[in-house]
């Protein structure tokens, strides 16, 4: 079997930062191929443009800019990212982009190492079939696509979700939270008429979930079955008190 030597670009403004994982990759990943570096944000939207990498590993702090700004250049891209930075800060953030990996500076030789062996496996092996979209299935299930796959999930499981800037957390009755890559809307979408309500323009909350309506500070507020409460906007107060068979 031909080896595959993924075509790789370091992307780092510190020129120390660069020699370090260029090294690192030369003696324990030498399968990757380096095939370029970059120091700022306008060069390294250049050189991915240029040499069509299949692995970027890049730095958060790019000054001026940050790495999440070469990303929004490439709203779908054909690579792979590898966050490195001295910060953890960024974790979250990193995730909603989709990042492939997050490694901390200094970056551990074995965790570097164990990114190299699941980047192989992923720009190597071609599916089938591609996984399916966000979708409801004729049995009524949720096709929930992740980061880590598609999870599968009843309607009555769950309680409540929300918006996460573009995206959607789908929060369980279990207390389980899927974080879904698809926004608040089209969620709703696709969940059955008459069991889920929209109290907020960020929450749509299954009825059977709410256990009462009680008044906070200036404002109506659901309180579920889990304690957890959810604002009623003034706009959708009376769509909410109607459906709940409140009189006013």
Do not use: W
């Not at 965790?111 to 190299?116: A, G, S, Y």
């Not at 980047?119 to 929930?144: C, D, H, M, W």
């Amino acid at each position: 079997m031909k080896i595959h030597n993924p075509k790789t670009l370091i992307i780092d403004d510190e020129p120390d930062a660069r020699e370090v994982l260029r090294t690192m990759i030369g003696r324990f990943c030498p399968q990757l191929e380096i095939c370029g570096e970059a120091d700022s944000v306008v060069a390294a939207l250049e050189s991915i443009q240029r040499q069509r990498p299949e692995l970027v590993f890049l730095d958060v702090d790019l000054h001026p800019g940050t790495g999440f700004d070469i990303l929004d250049a490439f709203p779908n891209p054909d690579f792979k990212t590898v966050f490195t930075t001295a910060h953890d800060d960024f974790a979250l953030k990193a995730y909603k982009y989709r990042a492939f990996h997050y490694l901390l500076k200094p970056i551990d030789p074995q965790d570097l190492i164990q990114v190299t062996k699941e980047i192989n496996n992923a720009v190597t092996f071609k599916p089938e079939y591609e996984l399916p979209s966000l979708s409801r299935t004729p049995q009524g299930k949720l096709l929930l696509p992740t980061l880590q796959g598609v999870m599968l999930v009843q309607t009555d499981e769950i309680s409540y979700a929300y918006a996460d800037e573009k995206y959607t957390q789908v929060v369980l009755s279990s207390g389980e939270k899927i974080f879904v890559s698809h926004s608040l809307k089209e969620v709703e979408s696709l969940l059955p008429e008459g069991e889920f309500l929209r109290p907020h323009q960020s929450y749509v909350v299954r009825i059977e979930a709410i256990r009462k309506i009680h008044k906070g500070l200036g404002s109506l507020l659901l309180l579920l079955k889990d304690k957890t409460e959810i604002p009623v906007s003034r706009r959708n107060k009376d769509a909410v008190l109607r459906i709940m068979g409140i009189g006013q």
